[in-house]
């Protein structure tokens, strides 16, 4: 097990720190007195010291973004992660950067956002996509041409696109691989571990087993034969809320685990080009004009 870590950082207004971090990011108290707040901060013990006195910030440049510093936070796993933007956003709390995806399809690929407290403490918190990448530096070509990743902005709720996704019966309609003939209803995805039936068009029948899964936002599963093990190739599908009524959606075809040699012609297929198909036919069949 990891230890905790400890961090202490001043505030100017405790009552103000005990709102901030109590009711809107939703942390339990611990021990407290007229000066000090100790909060679980994920596991981790951060106080708030009431303290007076000058402070500094300087400011540094990561992924084209000025990011304060000193700066603290905890990394999270996605759903985590956009259930606190969520909240942060309920609240009205103002970001000094946005909710984004850090280094896309590069080493150390995270969702980021930057706020401040009352007192005006910057926090970041973050997602690695793969927590394998937390301290990475490199990876090879060969992985970095095996994951292949399309987005788009479609005019629509996230909910209302992730019912689209997460019910298999559905999918069909809006493949943009041609892919997919049928799957039978009653299906829908609920969580890790589900597993879901497919027809191929060419009559193949996969099990796809789910592997990340965050209600509305999240969604990935790994296919394969039935009765057998998944072979090592995933699709992947991430939303996120860009305004009302609209949804930035990434969708990616990841197959650096598949290791069949028989089964590379097949995936190299899958270009960008094939995964923008799907989310166009996406975002026409969502937002009124749907494919025949």
Known sequence: MTPPMHLAVPVDDLAAA???YGDVLGLARGRESDHWIDWNLYGHQFVTHQATGPRSEALSEV?????????FGVLLDPGQF???ADRLRAAGVEFLIEPYLRFPGQPGEQWTMFFRDPAGNALEFKA???PAQVFATDRTSADEDRVVRASREIAADAAVIFELVADPARQPAWDGNDNLATAAPGQRVRGVGDV???VLTRGSVRENHVVEFAEGRRLAWRPAEP??????HLW????????SGRT?????YDWSRLTDQRRFERARSTTTDRLMASLDRLAAYVEGDRPT
Do not use: A, K, N, Q
């Open 18 to 20: 005990r709102r901030f």
């Open 63 to 71: 992924d084209g973004h000025r990011v304060p510093v000193p700066h």
């Open 82 to 84: 956009h259930d606190l």
């Open 128 to 130: 690695f996509r793969d």
């Open 196 to 198: 879901f039936t497919t």
């Open 227 to 232: 009765g057998s093990e998944p072979p090592g």
């Open 236 to 243: 992947r599908w991430e939303l996120e809320p860009v305004g």
């Open 248 to 252: 930035m959606v990434t969708h990616t």
